[in-house]
């Protein structure tokens, strides 16, 4: 499995970070550096065996569905880059 | 009291207690040297205020009697966990300026205790490296160097400012995360002692997260005694974190007694790797020899599927990572790209990541983002979560043959010039975390311990892997092995 340059750009796309067309290439030999690393794992006999959800056997812990917390409007605001009027600011996403 | 700055924990607690010497003291004797150190580039953010202000609180605790072990200890803090009012951007620029408005719950948990910020501590971005050198502050630079040589080396990575300001006395511990390796690797080269307690024994909550199933907190100290009692403040059942265990702390440095006779240490033949330098295979037999010494018995064991295990956390860790990093897109804190006229939020996303995220952290969100893509997901995310499943049965399949705690080296080298794997492919960086990353997969206790120099006068460390929630006797076993190596050497003063 080899990765191409218009892979690479794909999967830049979908972890919506910025490549220029001009590094794609080295992106491109990087990922098949990493894959051909992990390509042993096809190795390994894997039958039967159940993927691991959780390192140690638990039960995630279940709560009452109330409200524990709230009001900190301020303090969720304090660190945006852009906030006004108590929302925080993007540029237009609807036309 | 003379040089307050390299006491440790057990014997600055001592004297707190008797009166011997204040918290201020230890503090402003820290800032001090703190001041002075600023080529090891380990504190990256200084707190002076906050930490004066804390130990005056610690000395009146004191005064007033029945005050916690950890009350008055002079910390540093890695920059991945939260500290209310304080920085904490996990050497990004994608979080300059980041103040959070919350105290992790570690760190709260120090404080309670009465402990004191010195400051952040540097470290590789979003704790992604094994030479603090992906950091956003540069280089933490070892205190340690090669005998004749002013060539500066890595503390190793990532928690590279902690293992620096510990092995240089800049504070009495520190705090460290480990995903792969990130606490007992800069540990081992810088001379001191790390450890990595069971996945779920301390809370991850208020660390900034990296690979959520895989991360765990733990001391940096300069000796075994102050790792368990560091550890003990640290640990504890936390509501805000749901993988956090629901189990009693042991006090663990009254498990100290440096008795191991009857234990059974295992010591796996995967771990002795094809072209493993001489030194390492030297210092690994002279530690099976004190622990057989010391009356434990020792076994030959097989762990089959190590070699798979940095193939898996190659895939596991990157994946986390890339939803775990999802969250940083310029709306809710920290850096925001500047936009062009008719930029949309999609280019606002991607001017923000690719400017904010260094190249590491950039290549580990996309190959976390291609294993979990449409199509490779069963290839690679599924099937390394069945093989992490059978890496955790080999240690399990050992434990239940009656084996205590496993012997390994905790690097494969000794720590190594700055710049010098840059030019290695990423795969050679991978490799030093080929003895640690096993126990992050399987969710276990480990440690690293300082036994021996290597021919150059770097210290080398060795690994124990304790069984589940055995900390105690894992610290035992790790206390036992320190008393009969000895390690008392001290890098000296250049900076």
Redesign the interface.
């Known amino acids: 499995m080899s990765?191409d340059k218009d892979t690479?750009a794909k999967?830049?796309k979908?972890?919506?970070?910025?490549?220029e067309a001009a590094d794609l290439p080295a992106?491109a030999e990087?990922?098949n550096?990493?894959?051909g690393?992990?390509?042993?794992?096809?190795?390994?006999d894997?039958e039967g065996?159940?993927?691991?959800?959780?390192?140690?056997p638990?039960r995630?812990?279940r709560?009452e569905d109330v409200v524990s917390d709230g009001g900190?409007q301020a303090?969720?605001l304090?660190?945006?880059?852009?906030a006004r009027e108590g929302f925080?600011a993007?540029?237009?996403?609807v036309e | 009291m003379a040089d307050l700055n390299k006491l440790t924990i057990a014997a600055a607690r001592d004297a707190l207690k008797k009166g011997d010497v204040t918290s201020l003291e230890l503090t402003e004797a820290c800032l001090g040297e703190i001041e002075g150190a600023g080529a090891l580039n380990a504190f990256v953010h200084h707190t002076p205020e906050i930490a004066r202000e804390q130990a005056k609180a610690a000395d009146a605790r004191l005064k007033a009697g029945d005050a916690p072990d950890m009350c008055g200890i002079p910390l540093g803090i890695k920059d991945l966990f939260c500290t209310k009012g304080v920085p904490s951007q996990a050497a990004s620029n994608i979080l300059k300026g980041f103040k959070p408005e919350y105290e992790s719950t570690v760190t709260s948990q120090l404080f309670d205790a009465g402990a004191v910020m010195l400051g952040k501590l540097n470290m590789d971005e979003f704790a992604m490296g094994s030479s603090n050198e992906t950091s956003a502050y540069g280089n933490a630079v070892n205190p340690w160097r090669r005998e004749g040589s002013d060539a500066e080396l890595t503390p190793g990575g990532s928690s590279g400012g902690s293992a620096s300001a510990v092995a240089a006395d800049l504070c009495l511990a520190a705090t460290g995360t480990d995903t792969g390796g990130s606490i007992r690797q800069p540990a081992a080269f810088t001379g001191i002692t790390g450890i990595k307690p069971t996945y779920g024994r301390v809370s991850r909550w208020g660390v900034v997260a990296f690979a959520s199933s895989l991360d765990q907190a733990g001391p940096m100290t300069k000796d075994v005694r102050d790792a368990a009692i560091m550890l003990e403040a640290m640990c504890g059942h936390d509501a805000k974190d749901s993988t956090s265990a629901d189990l009693a702390v042991p006090n663990f440095e009254a498990m100290l007694t440096g008795d191991i006779r009857g234990k059974t240490i295992g010591i796996p033949r995967e771990y002795r790797m094809e072209g493993m330098p001489a030194e390492i295979e030297k210092l690994w037999a002279e530690g099976t020899e004190m622990l057989k010494a010391a009356g434990a018995k020792i076994v030959d064991i097989s762990l089959p599927h190590t070699k798979y295990a940095l193939p898996t956390y190659y895939v596991i860790a990157p994946a986390e990572a890339s939803s775990n990093l999802a969250r940083y897109d310029g709306v809710r804190y920290g850096h925001r790209a500047s936009l062009a006229a008719g930029d949309g939020i999609t280019e606002m996303y991607e001017k923000t990541r690719a400017e904010g995220f260094g190249h590491e952290v950039q290549r580990r969100v996309m190959v976390g983002t291609y294993v979990l893509s449409a199509g490779f997901y069963d290839a690679y995310y599924n099937r390394a979560r069945k093989v992490r499943t059978l890496i955790k049965r080999d240690f399990e399949e050992v434990f239940a043959a009656g084996v205590d705690a496993i012997l390994t080296p905790a690097t494969p080298s000794a720590a190594f010039g700055l710049g010098e794997m840059s030019e290695a492919d990423p795969i050679a960086m991978y490799l030093n975390d080929v003895f640690t990353v096993t126990v992050n997969l399987a969710g276990l206790p480990g440690i690293a311990v300082p036994t021996g120099s290597d021919s150059q006068g770097l210290p080398l460390g060795l690994q124990l892997i304790g069984r589940p929630w055995e900390e105690g006797d894992l610290l035992n076993t790790a206390y036992a092995l320190e008393q009969a190596a000895g390690f008392v050497a001290k890098p000296a003063k250049w900076w």
């Open positions: 990765i690479a999967v830049a979908l972890a919506r970070i910025r490549v992106l990087e990922f550096a990493v894959l690393f992990i390509e042993q794992l096809s190795e390994v894997v065996v159940e993927p691991m959800v959780s390192v140690t638990m995630l812990p709560r900190q303090k969720v304090a660190n945006a880059p852009d925080f993007v540029p237009k996403v």
